[in-house]
């Protein structure tokens, strides 16, 4: 089957297509990969991705991923191991006391309609946000998800961990990257940061089984397609 220019979360991919350019969707799944001598394939959920406005369709026979050796590959594994190891060396285990949250954000067309999801669990009580932002960026939408966890914790005394897949939001507030854009928007979330030196964002990674991070991600999207805001709290 052939391959069509995608947006997989803001980021442009190729996804496996049928003939006439269509996504080919299996189990609600996509099969993705970021280039198209990329190694490896990925299954992203069919309603993350979306066509880009290209019309060309790339064969199969386009693809042709960069072999690796036994020992490029053992190499990597290694690197993998180290990294893990200097990561379990360098973040400390969250206080027993600690709030625990996740943040999300999705945008259809990016810019266009968004929305953020969060889940914030504090001992037996748990609070779901699905929020719609209107029209934004997915970036937007990490930040704000982000901001309405503090916005939701208001013992800033108490150790807050924040789970985010955005490189780009864990970049721009505790990175010290240059923002280009939303420069008011982060710049009053890092206000809010520096003031609450108990809380710590923490990168994890997207469409990985996180069960809390999954549930998030369904909650920015289930605002992006209802176009409504909603809180629950249980416990």
């Known amino acids: 089957m052939p391959w069509v220019r995608a947006q997989l979360h803001g980021q442009v991919v190729f996804a496996r297509a049928n003939p006439d350019g269509s996504l080919l969707i299996q189990g609600n799944r996509v099969e993705v990969c970021y280039s198209?001598?990329?190694?490896?394939?990925?299954?992203?959920?069919?309603?993350?991705?979306?066509?880009?406005?290209?019309?060309?369709?790339?064969?199969?026979?386009?693809?042709?991923?960069?072999?690796?050796?036994?020992?490029?590959?053992?190499?990597?594994?290694?690197?993998?191991?180290?990294?893990?190891?200097?990561?379990?060396?360098?973040?400390?285990?969250?206080?027993?006391?600690?709030?625990?949250?996740?943040?999300?954000?999705?945008?259809?067309?990016?810019?266009?309609?968004?929305?953020?999801?969060?889940?914030?669990?504090?001992?037996?009580?748990r609070t779901e946000i699905s929020e719609h932002l209107g029209q934004g960026t997915n970036n937007i939408a990490e930040l704000t998800a982000i901001e309405r966890v503090l916005d939701t914790v208001t013992e800033e005394g108490r150790p807050l961990v924040i789970h985010t897949d955005s490189t780009y939001a864990i970049g721009v507030l505790s990175k010290g990257w240059k923002a280009k854009a939303n420069v008011a928007l982060i710049e009053r979330v890092r206000k809010r940061l520096v003031k609450r030196p108990a809380t710590r964002l923490v990168h994890v990674r997207g469409h990985a089984g996180i069960e809390l991070n999954e549930r998030a991600d369904e909650l920015a999207r289930e605002a992006v397609r209802t176009g409504r805001t909603r809180t629950e709290r249980v416990g």
């Open 36 to 125: 198209l001598n990329a190694s490896r394939l990925y299954k992203a959920r069919a309603s993350n991705v979306a066509k880009t406005s290209s019309t060309s369709i790339f064969p199969d026979d386009a693809r042709s991923p960069r072999a690796e050796s036994g020992a490029r590959l053992k190499k990597a594994a290694s690197v993998t191991v180290t990294k893990k190891r200097m990561q379990s060396s360098v973040m400390p285990k969250a206080p027993k006391d600690s709030i625990i949250a996740y943040a999300d954000g999705a945008c259809s067309g990016n810019p266009g309609p968004a929305g953020l999801g969060v889940v914030v669990v504090d001992g037996p009580l």
